[in-house]
């Protein structure tokens, strides 16, 4: 008995020494020029986890105001640092953009995009690059979003069709369902020469709430992500969601791609964007597509090209709706530079500077993707003096960034109008004026950028121009308030009533 107290005593001992030892060597030889950025202390074992809510974009932007435009957070086992000025954003997304253009590991690449198979989420690499180069040649690109622009209009037609029998029948339209029935009709057609929804209803209105829930979902900050040796756990439910969801998805994308194949004989000598990509499996480069790695990137165009592009368009309908002045003065500049005779056209929106300053606004106010997507660091770097770790994961706070105010003045106030003249009028939102990141920047900038602001601006400038809006009877006042994840939703889906402002002859299809 002794002799076991003895041993228990010398291991306990030991294991001291160890530690106070290891310890002691860490401060003896720590680099004091390796100084963090300053950050919240966090609690035991999971680190700022907790401090971040049910709105980490809202959190993260209240500790920026304390700790600075770059700020480290212990994030369980794992570093994380976060950028919340344009100043910030640009050394990290610009000038220390090759160390930080992968992406971390997460439980959304790995249960909702094929084990980051898809060109979101994969390692930046050939696979990528090839993915982002076909995606960019025949959907994303300049010369192939003018080759489907007639999808779009054709698509857009049905929607203004759906919304004139609705505003016959004195019932309202929940602008989220329509927007994700056009959109996904129009990627469909794309990629898949088919419409996919036929009619407005069920099958699209059930597809818009798995395309939300991924969202949702996918921005959730997962406990297993930032202390894996706990995973396994799912403590908080989010990986068992997921995996059901993957299955749905993975369903209907095997039966797109099925139908597609099936359908082949019908397309000879007109390929769309599938069979592009089916004839270059095995690439010239060497580098080899497979099933998964098509379907990963159908999941990111289906989900992304509608989700991103249809929260900016709700959310400005919205601003639109609590400030009626805007809603005038874009219908005042419409019917003097189109009429009211026939619908707006692509080419009309060069002409419509207080359409796009609308659309920059939103992006501004109401960005679709509030922490961008994370990035993490391959080396270990300097950003502004201080130390960054290797391996470490990087959030840029673009709606903090729409939101400060010695960027932008009375940033809370949503006023288009800045952006027609003055220091504000020539920022763009393609990823070069960092005050304006909606779709982040850098090498892994969002693929869609080029096409979201097409959609955004061609959508919203028609619903705009073609209706007049107003809130439901019995409703005095929108719910503003945000639902955070991937994309920036907002809480309460708009519900509006419409009625025409153009002639009849615009509405037949």
């Known amino acids: 008995m002794a002799l076991d107290t003895f041993l228990f005593r010398e291991l306990v001992a030991a294991i001291v020494v160890f530690f106070v030892t290891r310890f002691s060597i860490r401060l003896l030889f720590k680099n004091p020029s390796r ?23 809202v ?66 690499g050939p696979r990528w690059k090839l ?50 029935y056009a959109m996904a009709n129009m ?108 379907k990963a990137l159908l999941l990111n165009l289906f989900t992304a090209g509608t989700d991103t592009s ?22 005042d500049e419409m019917d003097q530079v189109i009429g009211r005779n026939r619908r707006l056209e692509e080419a009309d929106i060069a002409k419509l500077p207080y359409l796009q300053a609308i659309c920059k606004e939103t992006m501004r106010k109401h960005p679709s993707t509030p922490l ?22 990087l959030s840029v706070n673009i709606w903090a960034i729409g939101r400060d105010p010695d960027v932008w003045e009375n940033p809370l106030d949503f006023t288009p109008e800045r952006f027609l003249s003055g220091k504000y009028a020539k920022i763009d939102p393609r990823g070069n004026d960092f005050e304006l990141i909606p779709f982040g920047a850098g090498r892994r900038i969002c693929a869609g950028t080029r096409m979201g602001i097409v959609l955004v601006e061609y959508i919203l400038g028609t619903l705009v121009h073609s209706f007049d809006w107003k809130l439901p009877n019995g409703v005095a006042e929108l719910n503003m308030d945000e639902a955070f994840g991937l994309a920036l939703q907002k809480a309460v889906p708009l519900s509006a009533m419409v009625s025409p402002r153009l002639s009849l002859s615009a509405y037949a299809f």
């Not at 000598?269 to 480069?285: C, E, H, I």
């Open 35 to 57: 100084k963090l950025p300053p950050g919240p202390k966090g609690w035991p074992i999971v680190g700022a986890l907790p401090l971040l809510g049910t709105m980490p974009h």
């Open 187 to 294: 990627i469909g057609q794309v990629i898949l020469s088919r419409r996919v929804f036929v009619t407005h209803g069920e099958e699209s209105n059930e597809f818009k709430d798995m395309v939300v829930e991924l969202m949702t979902s996918a921005g959730f900050f997962n406990i297993g992500d930032f202390i894996p040796s706990i995973a396994w756990l799912d403590l908080q439910g989010i990986e068992r969601g997921m995996k059901k969801l993957h299955k749905r998805f993975d369903v209907l994308l095997t039966k797109m791609i099925e139908e597609h194949t099936a359908s082949a004989h019908e397309r000879k000598g007109k390929p769309d964007f599938l069979d592009v990509v089916v004839a270059n499996q095995d690439n010239s480069d060497g580098e080899r597509l497979n099933l998964t790695n098509i």
């Open 372 to 393: 961008n997507l994370p990035r993490v660091s391959t080396e270990a770097c300097e950003v502004n003096g201080y130390y960054i770790p290797k391996n470490t994961r």
């Open 59 to 124: 959190a993260l932007a209240k500790m920026a105001k304390q700790y600075g435009p770059v700020m480290y957070l212990k994030m369980g086992t794992c570093d994380m640092v976060v950028a919340s000025t344009p100043d910030a954003a640009r050394a990290f997304l610009k000038t220390l953009d090759i160390n930080f253009s992968n992406r971390p590991p997460n439980a959304g690449a790995t249960h909702l995009a094929y084990d980051a198979q898809d060109m979101v989420f994969a390692h930046y």
């Open 310 to 331: 249809s929260s900016i368009i709700e959310w400005a309908l919205t601003e639109m709706l609590k400030n009626p002045s805007i809603l005038k003065r874009a219908h």
């Open 131 to 180: 993915l982002r180069k076909l995606s960019n040649l025949h959907m994303l690109g300049g010369k192939a979003l003018d080759d489907w622009a007639q999808v779009r209009v054709i698509e857009l037609g049905h929607m203004v069709q759906a919304m004139y029998e609705s505003s016959k029948q004195g019932e309202p339209v929940v602008v989220s369902e329509l927007l994700t």
